[in-house]
Antibody, heavy 121, light 110 residues
């Protein structure tokens, strides 16, 4: 069974750094893209970016380029989403998900369970 | 404002049928495949439909998808209380070079 398991909830202060993770299992992690999606409280889904673990090639949404960093460690089947300086507006649920990429990004399946990030002073 | 427009809410009685629309443009729905997701309360989204009208393994045939021009539609028949959820459409936008989601539709089964 293909599974994505994310790290636990985080509570941080503005200005702090953070790295959350997503571990894949049940498939050849290196050879499939993996991505991140944000859901702010009570709001819809927003695509952030994807990474190909075999060579760490990334594609970012223009809305998130420069705001976050997506990385992966193929030796431990894990993808990461990180912030260097959190803002209160980064408070959200963050999902990892495996995209189907056929030139363009077509669909996401499966999804991780989500990591809640709360940024508050 | 989302690039893809969905009605904020729809409702129907158990056993009935409902449709959820997703309206876009030639830069997104008009020239790319559409997917649909179900997000039950407090859970992660789940893929329901991909490539406009295909169902992943395990998704019942009560769920269907279609696309015409720059609009797509999700249909759900034989409504059950367990279908109460938020539903999102999704596609690629060639002008934005980004994945775009609809704003979501909350389904209430009365």
């Amino acid at each position: 069974e293909v599974q994505l398991v994310q790290s636990g909830a985080e509570v941080k202060k503005p200005g702090e750094s953070l790295k959350i993770s997503c571990k894949g299992s049940g498939y050849s992690f290196s050879n499939y893209w993996i991505g991140w999606v944000r859901q702010m409280p009570g709001k819809g889904l927003e695509w952030m970016g994807i990474i190909y673990p075999a060579d760490s090639h990334t594609r970012y949404s223009p809305s998130f380029q420069g705001q976050v960093t997506i990385s992966a460690d193929k030796s431990i089947n894990t993808a990461y989403l990180q912030w260097s300086s959190l803002k209160a507006s980064d408070t959200a649920m963050y999902y990892c998900a495996r995209p189907m990429v056929r030139g363009v990004i077509d669909w996401f399946d499966p999804w991780g369970q989500g990591t809640l990030v709360t940024v508050s002073s | 404002q989302s690039v893809l427009t969905q009605p904020p809410s729809v409702s129907a009685a158990p056993g009935q049928k409902v449709t959820i629309s997703c309206s876009g443009s030639s830069s997104n729905i008009g020239n790319n495949y559409v997917s649909w997701y179900q997000q039950l309360p407090g859970t992660a989204p789940k893929l329901l439909i991909y490539d406009n009208n295909k169902r992943p393994s395990g998704i019942p045939d009560r769920f269907s998808g279609s696309k015409s021009g720059t609009s797509a539609t999700l249909g759900i028949t034989g409504l059950q209380t367990g279908d109460e959820a938020d539903y999102y459409c999704e596609t690629w936008d060639s002008s934005l070079s980004a994945v775009v989601f609809g704003g979501g539709t909350k389904l209430t089964v009365l």
